[in-house]
Nanobody, 122 residues
Framework: EVQLVESGGGSVQAGGSLRLSCATS??????????MGWFRQAPGKEREGVAT??????NYADSVKGRFTISKDNAKRALYLQMNSLSPEDTAMYYC???????????????WGQGTQVTVSS
């Protein structure tokens, strides 16, 4: 069973930045072969893909392109999401996700973390 634990959420004013982290329980080899991603769910809305990464390939939702950057450290088995120029529309629960197949923001992963809340005030 893959365990994903997010951290780094919090409250920030519009225009600010946050960096989310996701620690995983898998081996470094398994982590390097998995697709990883960040998804989010705002109150009353469906969960949506934010950014995914597989190897050196990344995929972003149009709403975050140019503002968010996904990255990972295979040695640390960690996933990150640098979020800049945050707006109130980015307020949501953010979930780390993993899949043993190629993951895009429009597809569903196999594994989910518990989520970390991001709140952006105007």
């Amino acid at each position: 069973e893959v365990q994903l634990v997010e951290s780094g959420g919090g409250s920030v004013q519009a225009g600010g930045s946050l960096r989310l982290s996701c620690a995983t329980s898998v081996s470094a080899y398994t982590f390097s072969t998995y697709s990883m991603g960040w998804f989010r769910q705002a109150p009353g809305k469906e969960r949506e893909g934010v950014a995914t990464i597989y190897g050196d390939s990344t995929n972003y939702a149009d709403s975050v392109k140019g503002r968010f950057t996904i990255s990972k450290d295979n040695a640390k088995r960690a996933l990150y999401l640098q979020m800049n120029s945050l707006s109130p529309e980015d307020t949501a629960m953010y979930y780390c996700a993993a899949a043993p197949w190629t993951l895009y923001v429009s597809t569903k992963p196999r594994y989910w973390g518990q989520g970390t809340q991001v709140t952006v005030s105007s």
